[in-house]
């Protein structure tokens, strides 16, 4: 018997079609197309949501909880005989996280003394509510970005908001003093190494201090995402939201510096209140993103396929429970 002619050609593509790995449908333009159509998606829900109106009221729970941290900062930072140096360094730090001009904000501290502790209790007290005011601001816009029922009490609502002002302040203080202080660690490794190296060791320094800030940055926000609302959401499905208001969050902290030392100047319209103006606008621009971040992780991870999967999760704890009950 003789081979079909025909026949064997189709046998072999089919053979080398099997062989070699089928390409993925999807190129590098059509991801970032993708990706630029969910973002303006997620902003356009936002708006559905009230995300703006959310946003303000956000901001002006901030701007409230700003000044009565500064003199928290300022009562500690007035127990240390090296009041000064620090403040040059978090001066240093908050000109490279806020808005350019925010850092003379801190000239009030210049001149705080010790503060009775009556008052330091107050001012903390005072701090940690405001703070909760964002957080349950934030909470609001995170459940109508999944479209969820209002299940929580005033009170359970509240203590909620308190926790995350803790569980998120402490990694924020602690990236906060890595940029602060970061250069008085650098300026001693330098000083103990060769300094032939010195131009290197910067720059890994630099690069490793401001990835852990970023880090830091996405683990508070994804701790945000995941406790924030009434259903909790597993952590992979907060990530690329966190991971994205923290990416635009840097970008429009720079681009905001950029424009109030380029073109904008508040100090004359508003004059002294001017660096108080530019932090409102700035927290209201942060406030949005966080809220947009929220809407970003809706859309890939939607109310119902959020409830299959915790569903999904919770029979899984169920059967291992099971299975090591039964051996």
Same mark, same amino acid.
Request: aromatic residues 12%.
């Given at each position: 018997?003789? *081979?079909?002619?025909? /026949?064997?050609?189709?046998?072999? /593509?089919?053979?080398?079609?099997?062989?070699?790995?089928?390409?993925?449908?999807?190129?590098? @333009?059509?991801?970032?197309?993708?990706?630029?159509?969910?973002?303006?998606? =997620?902003?356009?829900? $936002?708006?559905?949501?009230?995300?703006?109106?959310?946003?303000?009221?956000?901001?002006?729970?901030?701007?409230?909880?700003?000044?009565?941290?500064?003199?928290?900062?300022?009562?500690?930072? @007035?127990?240390?005989?090296?009041?000064?140096?620090?403040?040059?360094?978090?001066?240093? =730090?908050?000109?490279?996280?806020?808005?350019?001009?925010?850092?003379?904000?801190?000239?009030?501290?210049?001149?705080?003394?010790? /503060?009775?502790?009556?008052?330091?209790? !107050?001012?903390?007290?005072?701090?940690?509510?405001?703070?909760?005011?964002?957080?349950?601001?934030?909470?609001?816009?995170?459940? /109508?970005?999944?479209?969820?029922?209002?299940?929580?009490?005033?009170?359970?609502?509240?203590?909620?908001?308190?926790?995350?002002?803790?569980? *998120?302040?402490?990694?924020?203080?602690?990236?906060?003093?890595?940029?602060?202080?970061?250069?008085?660690?650098? $300026?001693?490794?330098?000083?103990?190494?060769?300094?032939?190296?010195?131009?290197?060791?910067?720059?890994?320094?630099?690069?490793?201090?401001?990835?852990?800030?970023?880090? !830091?940055?996405? *683990?508070?926000? *994804?701790?945000?995402?995941?406790? =924030?609302?009434?259903?909790?959401?597993? #952590?992979?499905?907060?990530?690329?939201?966190?991971?994205?208001? !923290?990416?635009? #969050?840097? @970008?429009? !902290? =720079?681009?905001?510096?950029?424009?109030?030392?380029?073109?904008?100047?508040?100090?004359?319209?508003?004059?002294?209140?001017?660096?108080?103006?530019?932090?409102?606008?700035?927290?209201?621009?942060?406030?949005?993103?966080?809220?947009?971040?929220?809407?970003?992780?809706?859309?890939?991870?939607?109310?119902?396929?959020?409830?299959?999967?915790?569903? $999904?999760?919770?029979?899984?704890?169920?059967?291992?429970?099971?299975?090591?009950? $039964?051996?």
């Amino acid at each position: 018997m003789h *081979a079909n002619a025909k /026949r064997l050609p189709d046998q072999e /593509r089919n053979h080398i079609s099997e062989l070699q790995p089928v390409p993925s449908p999807e190129t590098v @333009a059509a991801l970032v197309l993708r990706f630029m159509r969910l973002l303006r998606l =997620a902003f356009w829900r $936002a708006f559905q949501h009230d995300a703006f109106a959310i946003a303000k009221a956000s901001a002006y729970s901030s701007i409230l909880t700003f000044f009565p941290l500064l003199l928290v900062v300022g009562s500690v930072l @007035a127990t240390s005989r090296r009041t000064e140096a620090y403040l040059r360094e978090i001066s240093y =730090a908050v000109g490279r996280i806020l808005p350019a001009g925010s850092g003379t904000a801190l000239a009030y501290l210049k001149g705080t003394a010790q /503060r009775p502790e009556g008052l330091l209790v !107050t001012a903390s007290l005072i701090t940690l509510w405001t703070a909760s005011g964002v957080m349950i601001s934030w909470m609001e816009g995170f459940r /109508r970005s999944y479209e969820l029922p209002k299940i929580w009490g005033l009170l359970k609502e509240r203590l909620i908001a308190f926790s995350l002002v803790i569980l *998120a302040g402490i990694p924020l203080m602690f990236a906060t003093v890595l940029v602060a202080f970061g250069s008085r660690i650098e $300026a001693r490794i330098i000083f103990h190494l060769n300094h032939e190296y010195s131009y290197l060791i910067l720059f890994m320094w630099t690069v490793i201090r401001w990835l852990i800030a970023g880090m !830091t940055s996405v *683990a508070v926000i *994804a701790l945000i995402y995941h406790n =924030a609302v009434p259903r909790t959401q597993p #952590w992979h499905s907060v990530l690329p939201g966190a991971t994205l208001a !923290t990416a635009v #969050w840097f @970008a429009a !902290t =720079a681009l905001f510096g950029w424009y109030l030392q380029r073109y904008a100047d508040y100090s004359i319209i508003y004059g002294s209140l001017g660096v108080g103006i530019a932090l409102l606008v700035w927290m209201y621009m942060i406030s949005l993103i966080i809220l947009v971040g929220a809407e970003f992780n809706a859309m890939i991870f939607p109310r119902s396929r959020l409830g299959q999967e915790l569903v $999904a999760m919770a029979n899984r704890k169920l059967t291992n429970g099971s299975s090591e009950r $039964a051996r």
